[in-house]
């Protein structure tokens, strides 16, 4: 005989405990990190000095184990009073904050790999870095080779924290700090979905609780690094900063619909500018800001001040940059971008690969848009939608969804704030204890697998192997005996560090300029030609995929058929042998593959 289970009111009672104000969501989110941190370090105790097999059973053995203890200490707690939507809830954060760990300790071998070259932007990265520390131009002719389309904000953000931390030249405090960023914006994005709750919902206090920070920050955090539109989060790239400034203008957004603020309208003002620098497509926020202010504010004098205040700002600010770095800043920053050409079918693709974040946007916003307070939110939700969408098309640039990545995360902060919204009264209408159980353990499995369509989890194994550290020491080994400066290194800028050098002609600068067809090389083939290098250190230089010169450039670039008329290969550097456990071990495998040597001919 089932018992029968009266449904409390749960419209003002919200589940997880009590923890209000910014305060005590900052705090819940350090406990996150603080957590995840610590079962990274368990992690890697568990598998030091054991078979990969054996050392991933162990871990899924132990994260089962936590799994299995979040609940089951609250059921023991509470016993007969035990509520299964904080029961489901427990066991939610705790997958979420496992999950979290398993990603810092993955991520871990990355983040001290020592060499900046992991990704194609790592060494523009630190040359650009570099170039700021000896007061050498960020934006130079393009005859040069030794600038990129990328904005500098980023970089010189990065390279302040650096100095403030007493690591200014130290690579894994880079990517720490990338991290960092990451962090902020999933903290942020926690503020921004607490905010919607508090806009959507005023009379109850839904999510403020301490499991569902626990949970929101962890699910958040997982979302901002995710393996489908955040992989490179922790590289030396603008993506992380970006997740930043993209959520953050969300907020100022949703601050805005709480309390029409001028100084908020200000700051959104100012945000327009300062996300440019981090990324140009955050321009898109000037767009999405108008368009609120014109269709849901209709205060048309509110709509002119931030429209000229906007462009005030960025148009003084694009004037400095002139004066500072003249017509290549031009060159770099609008026109190689504008050269740049989106293949629809591509960005299809992108949407398709996705698809899981359109989703949880969609079913987030359901959830939420249900209230009476549903018009502004609207608005809100309508702006994140077209963002995403921008975005996804503007991915279609190249085979990345890195793009994607600050939408996806917007995605995920209305998903946590819809799953908050309709939590408790999922389970109002059980008639008995097994129904409301049972629902309550289906609507947990639910959420749990989409943790995998989301990019949540990864193979607890240590991804760079040991023989990495050797190919970056042959590396190394070719600058010993030489002048940095006479050395072209195709990709990374560590070995040039030491001796403060600035060498252009890099892989990345021509790779960009050479498949969009817009780019003059006179530069590196008058180089080439009268054997300006010592030494020059290329990957792939017979292949087909040879960056320099790549099979799908418009046009040839002619610098391969000049390499071989005035340098010889005298040796090779040995690829990485990589993790035979992981077939995705190197985030850009081209990156740890074999080395041409080539030095001038003897006339």
Not at 39 to 46: D, P
Not at 103 to 117: C, H, L
Not at 265 to 291: D, E, S
Request: with cysteine; net charge positive; hydrophobic share 50%.
């Amino acid at each position: 005989m089932s018992a029968t289970v009266s449904s409390p009111s749960r419209q003002t009672r919200p589940s997880g405990g009590g923890l209000a104000g910014v305060g005590g969501a900052g705090a819940m989110a350090a406990a996150v990190i603080a957590a995840a941190l610590a079962l990274a370090w368990a992690i890697a105790a568990i598998q030091s000095g054991r078979p990969a097999e054996k050392a991933v059973l162990l871990t899924g053995v132990f994260i089962a184990a936590i799994l299995g203890a979040a609940p089951g200490f609250y059921l023991i707690r509470r016993r007969a009073a035990a509520r299964p939507e904080i029961t489901a809830l427990a066991f939610l954060a705790a997958c979420s904050v496992s999950l979290l760990g398993v990603y810092f300790f993955w991520v871990a071998s990355y983040v001290t790999f020592p060499a900046d070259m992991l990704i194609w932007s790592e060494g523009d990265f630190m040359n650009d870095i570099l170039k700021f520390s000896v007061g050498y131009p960020l934006y130079a002719p393009q005859f040069n080779n030794d600038s990129i389309n990328y904005v500098p904000g980023a970089q010189l953000l990065t390279h302040l924290l650096g100095v403030i931390l007493g690591r200014a030249w130290s690579i894994p405090t880079y990517r720490v700090i990338q991290l960092g960023y990451a962090a902020v914006a999933a903290f942020v994005g926690l503020l921004c979905s607490r905010l919607i709750l508090r806009l959507a919902f005023p009379e109850t206090k839904r999510g403020e609780g301490w499991l569902w920070n626990a949970f929101g920050f962890a699910a958040l955090m997982l979302a901002a690094t995710n393996s489908i539109t955040n992989h490179f989060a922790h590289n030396l790239h603008a993506d992380a900063l970006a997740e930043v400034a993209n959520v953050a203008a969300f907020y100022l957004l949703l601050r805005y619909i709480e309390t029409r603020s001028a100084a908020v309208l200000a700051a959104m003002a100012v945000m327009v500018t300062a996300g440019f620098f981090v990324r140009q497509n955050a321009l898109i926020w000037g767009v999405c800001y108008g368009a609120f202010l014109l269709v849901w504010d209709r205060q048309w004098k509110r709509l002119a001040a931030f429209a000229g205040g906007a462009l005030l700002l960025y148009g003084a600010s694009i004037a400095v940059c002139f004066a500072i770095w003249g017509q290549p800043f031009y060159y770099w920053v609008f026109y190689m971008l504008s050269q740049h050409k989106v293949a629809p079918l591509r960005s299809f693709q992108h949407a398709m690969d996705a698809w899981a974040y359109f989703a949880v946007l969609l079913l987030g916003g359901a959830a939420i848009l249900r209230s009476r307070n549903m018009s502004p939110l609207l608005g809100a939700w309508l702006m994140c939608l077209f963002v995403f969408l921008v975005q996804t098309y503007t991915s279609g640039l190249g085979w990345m969804l890195n793009h994607m990545g600050p939408g996806s995360l917007q995605a995920m902060v209305w998903f946590v704030a819809g799953l908050a919204s309709v939590w408790d009264s999922a389970l109002e209408g059980s008639k008995t204890a097994i129904e409301i159980w049972s629902r309550a353990a289906a609507m947990t499995a639910a959420v749990a697998l989409t943790f995998s369509g989301l990019g949540f989890i990864r193979i607890p194994l240590r991804p760079i192997p040991n023989d990495a550290y050797r190919y970056v020491h042959d590396i190394e080994a070719q600058f010993r005996g030489v002048p940095a400066k006479l050395v072209l290194l195709d990709l990374g800028t560590w070995p040039y560090i030491k001796e403060k050098a600035i060498v252009g002609d890099r892989a990345t600068s021509i790779g960009d300029r050479g498949y969009s067809g817009a780019g003059d090389f006179t530069g590196i083939l008058t180089r080439i030609r009268t054997k300006h290098y010592a030494k020059i250190l290329v990957h792939g230089y017979r292949s087909f995929d040879f960056v320099y010169d790549y099979f799908l450039f418009p046009k040839p670039t002619g610098i391969r058929q000049a390499l071989l008329d005035n340098y010889q290969e005298t040796g090779k550097i040995r690829a990485v042998e990589g993790n035979p456990y992981l077939k995705d071990w190197a985030e850009d495998p081209f990156y740890f593959g074999e080395i041409s040597i080539l030095e001038p001919k003897k006339n």
